[in-house]
Each structure stands twice: as structure tokens, then as C-alpha cells.
């Protein structure tokens, strides 16, 4: 499934994102609030695209006008929450790259009044 807005792609991810995850996977402040290890190197952010977010219902989050990822976002159902919650309950996670949380926190908050 592919998802778009005016600004924004959510498409699922593919290997060759790999350096674009670990550009702003490796940073610091996104990955351990989060919830995750900062990545540490192109072939490890490859790795976790095969094996994470790969998942159903997990996106990268992708700038139209520049095409590449900077962020995700999933939807994990039941189990496949990391907080245990019952089948009948969904958890969505997500996280933008650093360089890039005013810009999508704005386009929240417009959302926000919109929908006001």
C-alpha cells in the first residue's frame, strides 16, 4: 500500500533506502527515544529494513519533493506490539530524522487546526 498527502509519501521501505535510514538512524536523538540501538553502519540500517521494517503495516515516511526517507511510521496489532497489549488493541510508533521534526511538527499542527 502506498499513502500520499501533499507533502509526504508512506511507502514501504526497500533495501536500496539503506543509506538514507542510516543518515538519520545513526543520530543520537532519534533511535533511543525510540526505543532502538543507533545504527552503525549503512549495512546494519540494510539489515534492519530486512528484518524490522520489513513488518505489515510499516512505512517510510518520504519527502515528495525530494523522494527519499526520513522517517517511518507502523501500525503493530496485538502482539505484535512491543507493550503486550490484546489482539483487539494497535500500537503505531513512529520517528522523523532530526533535521526534519519542525518541519512534520508544523505540518501537525496545521493538520490539527483543520481538523478543529
Known amino acids: 500500500m502506498i ?20 543518515k538519520y538512524a545513526s543520530h543520537p536523538d532519534v533511535g533511543p527515544i525510540a526505543g532502538w540501538a543507533v545504527h552503525t553502519s549503512v549495512e546494519n540500517s540494510r539489515e534492519i529494513i530486512r528484518r524490522v521494517l ?3 503495516e510499516t512505512y517510510a515516511v518520504v519527502l515528495k519533493e525530494s523522494g527519499q526517507p526520513v522517517g ?8 505484535a ?36
Open 3 to 22: 499513502l500520499e498527502t501533499k507533502r509526504l509519501i508512506l511507502r514501504p521501505w526497500e533495501e536500496s533506502d539503506a543509506e538514507n535510514l542510516f
Open 72 to 79: 517511518s511510521i507502523g501500525l503493530m496489532l496485538g502482539k
Open 54 to 56: 520489513s513488518a505489515p
Open 81 to 116: 506490539s512491543n507493550i503486550g497489549l490484546p489482539d483487539s488493541e494497535g500500537e503505531i510508533g513512529y520517528w522523523i530524522g532530526v533535521s526534519f521534526i519542525r518541519k512534520v511538527g508544523k505540518s501537525y499542527e496545521e493538520r490539527i487546526e483543520y481538523i478543529a
